[in-house]
């Protein structure tokens, strides 16, 4: 089945770096794929809608200039935390559609767990 | 608005034991309907996809019913196991699946 590989796993960076997370579709094309977030015991929160070649979607109170997402072919999708503090630090996981399959079959990634010191 | 709701929020069974997750939806026009589950630090796995037409449909012990008329579907796992530990999550997908809606998801405990 189709599988959506992000990278890294989990990443520790220092206060102020930045950090890029990588998600790529492995054996579809995905023209959206999708970012979130979540907290400890919290449920998935939608983030952003990342677009193939053009600017992504962001969801309301998500800064847009601290999330940068670039999709820049179609089976990459990069996010992008500019200047991580500490309140960045959550768990942030990818999906893609298959849009092959009528039901647009969502896959999503295993996440990637961010620690800002 | 569309909305999906799920409930309830959190739950503990033992072991071998049944056990049935809501999730109402609001939204229109309908697409599909799918589950997912979450294990701890993991990416979220599909169980099942209905569309308007199916009524129910198994994965193993995981059995999802879809009542399109009342808007309501319920996950039902059957001899539960410690495995099944995890969040499940509700996803209503509408307008032809362009847009995604997800529910909270309820958190399940399988104590032995």
């Known amino acids: 089945g189709a599988v959506v590989s992000q990278h890294p796993s989990w990443v520790i960076c220092k206060s102020g770096t930045s950090v890029k997370i990588e998600c790529r579709s492995l054996?579809?094309?995905?023209?959206?794929m999708f970012w979130y977030r979540q907290f400890p015991k919290q449920s998935l929160m939608l983030m952003a809608t990342?677009?193939?070649?053009?600017?992504?979607?962001?969801e309301q109170g998500v800064e847009k200039d601290k999330f940068l997402i670039n999709h820049a072919s179609l089976t990459l999708s990069t996010l992008t935390v500019t200047s991580a503090h500490p309140e960045d630090s959550s768990f942030y996981i990818c999906s893609a559609r298959d849009l092959t399959v009528s039901t647009g079959e969502l896959f999503f990634g295993e996440g990637s767990r961010l620690t800002v010191l | 608005k569309n909305q999906v709701e799920q409930s309830p929020q959190s739950l503990i069974i033992l072991e071998g034991k049944n056990c049935t997750l809501q999730?109402?939806?609001?939204?229109?026009?309908?697409?599909?309907l799918r589950w997912y589950k979450q294990d701890t630090g993991r990416g979220p796995v599909s169980l099942t996809i209905?569309?308007?037409?199916?009524n129910t449909k198994s994965n193993g012990r995981y059995t999802a019913t879809l009542d399109a008329d009342t808007k309501q579907s319920s996950l039902h796992i059957t001899a539960s196991q410690l495995s099944d530990s995890a969040s499940y999550i509700c996803?209503?997908?509408?307008?032809?699946?362009?847009?995604?809606?997800f529910g909270k998801g309820t958190t399940l405990s399988v104590s032995s």
């Open positions: 996803v209503v997908s509408a307008q032809a699946g362009t847009a995604l809606i």
């Open positions: 999730c109402n939806y609001t939204v229109s026009p309908f697409s599909n």
């Open positions: 209905m569309t308007f037409s199916e």
């Open positions: 054996d579809f094309q995905a023209t959206t």
């Open positions: 990342s677009n193939e070649g053009s600017k992504a979607t962001y």
